[in-house]
């Protein structure tokens, strides 16, 4: 099983800075793609951003140039900056990461817990 435990969050004021992050432990051969999705109240659950594991990243149009996605391999962790908050970003959000149990095991994802983000003056 693979654990991923989520940090940061929390109340800020429009226009200031969050980081998250979200460590990945437990048994796994590779991590081939980590998420970032949100879920705001009266809205769907839509991806935030995503890296693959050769550093690709995407980005949701009404974030880029606010937010960066990137990870720290040698840790399993993954990190979303975000700048300029807004309070439209207010929502939880959620750490999604794919792994392969092994080289010729299927991807297999896992969820960790919610992190609120609350964005207001």
């Known amino acids: 099983q693979v654990h991923l435990l989520v940090s940061g969050g929390g109340l800020v004021q429009p226009g200031g800075s969050l980081r998250l992050s979200c460590a990945a432990s437990?048994?796994?051969?590779?991590?081939?793609?980590m998420r970032w999705y949100r879920h705001a109240r009266g809205a769907q659950r839509d991806l935030v951003a995503a890296?693959?594991?050769?550093?690709?990243?995407t980005y949701v149009d009404s974030v880029k140039g606010r937010f960066t996605v990137w990870k720290d391999d040698a840790k399993n962790t993954l990190y979303l900056q975000m700048t300029s908050l807004q309070p439209d970003d207010t929502a939880v959000y959620f750490c999604?990461?794919?792994?392969?149990?092994?080289?010729?095991?299927?991807?297999?994802?896992?969820w960790g817990q919610g992190a609120q983000v609350t964005v207001s003056s």
């Open positions: 999604n990461v794919e792994v392969h149990a092994s080289l010729t095991t299927g991807a297999r994802q896992y």
């Open positions: 890296i693959s594991s050769g550093d690709g990243t």
């Open positions: 437990g048994r796994f051969f590779a991590i081939t793609a």
